[in-house]
């Protein structure tokens, strides 16, 4: 059995923050710890706007708190997110996130993440045997 603590994790290397600075992202359970899934608690800080698209991840989203809304740019839909939304993009779908106010996010990929990953020039990660050599954001 694994056991972690969130403000534990944070003090480690599993708190990953965004070059940019929009984001940061606590991996609570990764790749490694033996599962098909990880499982993150994610921040987008307040009045941040991030583009994600992830083509090789399967990505389910939980607000637990704070404001903000999803724009998926193949249609230009707008979702406002509030605590209880999940949002899951089981397209792949492209979209930005913005924050309105800083939001704290549940966030389960499939297949896990490894912790190390970052987000490329177009939002995406790179598929799970493949190395990431594009430029991060």
Known sequence: MIVRN?????????????ENGNWDSTRLSLAEDGGNCSFHITRIFEGTETHIHYKHHFEAVYCIEGEGEVETLADGKIWPIKPGDIYILDQHDEHLLRASKTMH?????TPGLTGNEVHR???SYAPADEADDQKPL
Do not use: I, P, S, Y
């Open 121 to 123: 020039e177009d939002g």
């Open 6 to 18: 969130l403000e534990e994790a944070r003090q480690t290397d599993r708190l990953v923050t965004a």
């Open 105 to 109: 996010l549940a966030c389960v990929f």
